[in-house]
């Protein structure tokens, strides 16, 4: 359901709300300055505020004890569908974004982001980092509200729609929808690019989304940050250089953020700046160190999973004090809370209704609880056709039901280590009842694919990437450089959006157009990082080496055709054996539609065909011969 805006009850008691907030925003005048800040893959137990011994975060402890921080805070267990609810303050089943991958990422374009909330209101916006909800348009971050954007489009470092041997190091990143290459360390040019942002705006309100790549791997590390960690002793912990790797690129995170508010300070901005810090799941690689004595991580239902830290500083809030809210809250919650905090606009197009609460009654003390809820997530990441209970979590306040299987009380047993399925039939009903109600209303099953539109005007190109297949095999995996460098062999369709009658271009290939390479080849040069590290080439931990060896051609014998098929129009053509694309073009109605490519051997066995780039061609005049 779509509000065109904001309930009549709902109105009506804003106008009577005379609280704290309120107060405080008459107070300081301009409205306040918004930073989002997102690590990814970074957990609960990786702050060494928290209890972890270990790790260096002295930027993050120091924000840790200035600022409200909700403790039973909840993200969901993946990042692409944390990305959407934290844009949308729904859940991320709703908005289509269900997976990591395979098109399941890209955030449902009727979805209003609170970009677009911010832009409305005067904002300037800026996104640097990760998006991971659509690279194409009408999915892009400056399709969705922000006016500027630096970073990856879809995934991260090394996927298969990320520009091609992109290590943290020297990368092409996207900026407002065109690749430009950016010298150093990938988090110090998301940092740098948001100072930059922020320096041309400061005189007006501005929101920022800074989402930065790490700890995610790859782990590739600068020798002086990987060296903060030589003095621990590592021999109680497996694979400890994997685990300083990890812990080093959160160090290194830690040092751009003191950066960042040292800037701020120096600028007269902190007071009046709205400085947020979360993460997007579970740790990758730090539960085996310190994980705050929960049990799971990335990708895990149990509670290491999905629950993360929180912080919210604000000065001219009176929010600049270590405070704990020990309240049952989630990632669904922070658009509503900024709306009321930095008093938004909705935008003309309203808004579907927000699963999220306003979490500015528990910051100003107004209300100690908020009304009874039910979060309820998946992670059923490379599945095409989800499964009703698979990888389920029905979560309040005091229960965690996991999988229709499993129940803890979360306040009674934070370890999860006593099944009480069994002993609480009523609860396990109630549960159940809930979750059959919210399967139900996001139907599942029949949520459509995103439709990225061909010749929109709004960009130059649709790149069509095997991370983004429609897939014919749910066991084979594409998402990754490292797969389409030893030739997976599978298949798979994008649905897209012709924007027009018109004739269309579509450029075939194996390989993307930065490497030029033909249809045939391999990579035969390795790929050694710009990142250097004890002298070794490094490691894609997680990953596999994937550049450690040259690729291999898909198969033998050679490709001698390209086929192509748009609906119901399938078009082959030869090609000669050096050759690095297949050029095709049509006349096509506009349309909802299937686009699907083929490499083709002498034998006539077919391969998808990794890379397509669509656009709109000016119609050819032909003459007729006399």
Not at 389 to 403: C, Q
Not at 558 to 581: M, R, W
């Amino acid at each position: 359901m779509r509000y065109k805006s904001y309930s009549t009850i709902y109105l009506f008691a804003v106008l009577l709300f005379n609280s704290c907030e309120k107060k405080v925003r008459e107070s300081v005048g301009q409205k306040p300055n918004v930073i989002v800040i997102m690590t990814d893959d970074q957990g609960y137990g990786d702050v060494a505020a928290h209890g972890n011994l270990v790790i260096k975060t002295p930027n993050l402890d120091r924000l840790y004890n200035e600022s409200v921080r909700f403790t039973d805070f909840h993200v969901n267990p993946f990042c692409a569908p944390t990305r959407a609810a934290l844009m949308t303050g729904r859940m991320s089943d709703r908005t289509h974004v269900r997976s990591t991958v395979y098109a399941r990422n890209y955030l449902n374009k009727e979805e209003t982001t609170m970009a677009d909330f911010f832009k409305v209101s005067g904002y300037r916006t800026g996104h640097f980092g990760k998006w991971h909800l659509g690279q194409n348009y009408p999915y892009r971050p400056m399709d969705r509200g922000f006016e500027s954007w630096v970073g990856h489009g879809d995934g991260g470092t090394g996927s298969s729609s990320d520009y091609w041997g992109n290590d943290k190091m020297n990368d092409h990143y996207y900026k407002n929808g065109k690749w430009s290459q950016f010298n150093g360390y990938g988090n110090d040019v998301f940092f740098n690019e948001t100072l930059k942002f922020i320096e041309k705006n400061k005189k007006t309100p501005f929101f920022v989304y800074l989402a930065t790549n790490i700890p995610h791997a790859p782990w590739n590390v600068l020798e002086e940050y990987y060296e903060e960690y030589n003095e621990v002793d590592g021999t109680k912990y497996k694979d400890w250089n994997k685990k300083k790797d990890f812990l080093s690129t959160i160090t290194h995170f830690d040092q751009n953020l003191g950066k960042l508010r040292a800037y701020l300070r120096k600028n007269g901005l902190e007071k009046n700046t709205i400085l947020i810090f979360l993460t997007d799941n579970g740790t990758s690689g730090g539960s085996t160190i310190f994980n705050a004595g929960m049990k799971g991580r990335k990708g895990s239902m149990y509670e290491g999973g999905h629950r993360v830290p929180f912080y919210l500083h604000w000065q001219d809030g009176g929010l600049d004090k270590g405070i704990d809210i020990k309240e049952f809250t989630a990632h669904i919650d922070l658009l509503p809370t900024l709306i009321n905090l930095c008093d938004l606009k909705t935008p003309k197009r309203g808004h579907f209704k927000f699963d999220g609460q306003d979490l500015t009654p528990l910051l100003f003390k107004k209300k100690d609880v908020l009304k009874e809820r039910y979060l309820i997530m998946h992670q059923q990441n490379a599945l095409e056709i989800p499964v009703k209970g698979k990888n389920s979590l029905v979560a309040t306040k005091k229960w965690r039901f996991i999988n229709g299987k499993e129940l803890y009380d979360i306040k009674a047993d934070p370890s999860q280590k006593n099944n009480l399925i069994d002993e609480y039939p009523n609860v396990v009903k109630n549960l159940n009842k809930e979750y059959n109600a919210f399967w139900k209303s996001i139907a599942m099953e029949q949520n459509p694919y995103p439709l990225p539109i061909i010749g929109s005007g709004y960009d130059d190109e649709t790149w069509l990437t095997p991370d983004s297949w429609i897939r014919d095999n749910e066991k084979l995996s594409t998402w990754d450089q490292s797969q389409v460098v030893v030739g997976v062999n599978g298949a798979g369709f994008w649905s897209v959006e012709i924007s027009k009658k018109e004739r269309y271009q579509f450029d075939v290939r194996r390989w993307p157009k930065e490497l030029n390479c033909s249809l045939n080849s391999s990579l035969l040069e390795s790929k050694i990082s710009d990142v250097l590290r004890r002298g070794e080439k490094v490691d894609d931990y997680g990953y596999g080496k994937r550049f450690a060896k040259g690729g291999n051609s898909i198969k033998r014998p050679l490709i001698t055709k390209v086929g192509l098929k748009v609906g119901d129009v399938y078009i082959e053509k030869e090609v000669k054996i050096d050759a690095v694309n297949a050029l095709f073009e049509m006349e096509l109605n506009t349309s909802s539609t299937h686009i699907q490519a083929w490499l083709i051997d002498s034998n006539n066995e077919k391969q998808g065909a990794y890379y397509v780039y669509a656009k709109l061609k000016k119609k050819i005049s032909i003459k007729k011969e006399i």
